[in-house]
Nanobody
Framework: QGQLVDAGGGLVQAGGSLRLSCEASGRTFSGRTFNRLAVAWFRRNSKNERELVAA????????AYRDSVQGRFTISRDNAKNTASLEMNTLKPEDTGVYSCATGYIITWSTNAASEYKTYDVWGQGTQVTVSS
């Protein structure tokens, strides 16, 4: 079973930027290769609630974003390198949380499927992002 390692978190002032990375190692993830899986970033907020931040389809053709990060965050992937990234700009204190990348198989892309955490079955360990005001 493949593994995901996410990194890039840290402490930043409001208005700053961070870039999170997700590196996939191993041959397959629940029987499928990385380049056939959707990738998402979820975060745990201060209330310990898990919420979708962004997701991207295997082909990069489709992406979904949480409304509050639309226009500030950009998700991308490089299937040749088995990596995904989350570029976060104009960070706000409410973006604080533990961010985890995850992979999952979506037969037909839909925002609902991409937003549902149960879609994803391999998760990174999480990286802390703290935005100070």
């Amino acid at each position: 079973q493949g593994q995901l390692v996410d990194a890039g978190g840290g402490l930043v002032q409001a208005g700053g930027s961070l870039r999170l990375s997700c590196e996939a190692s191993g041959r397959t993830f629940s029987g499928r290769t990385f380049n056939r899986l959707a990738v998402a970033w979820f975060r745990r907020n201060s209330k310990n609630e898990r919420e979708l931040v962004a997701a991207i389809s295997w082909s990069s053709r489709n992406a979904a974003y949480r409304d509050s990060v639309q226009g500030r965050f950009t998700i991308s992937r490089d299937n040749a390198k088995n990596t995904a990234s989350l570029e976060m700009n104009t960070l706000k204190p409410e973006d604080t949380g533990v961010y985890s990348c995850a992979t999952g198989y979506i037969i037909t892309w839909s925002t609902n499927a991409a937003s549902e955490y149960k879609t994803y079955d391999v998760w990174g360990q999480g990286t802390q992002v703290t935005v100070s005001s």
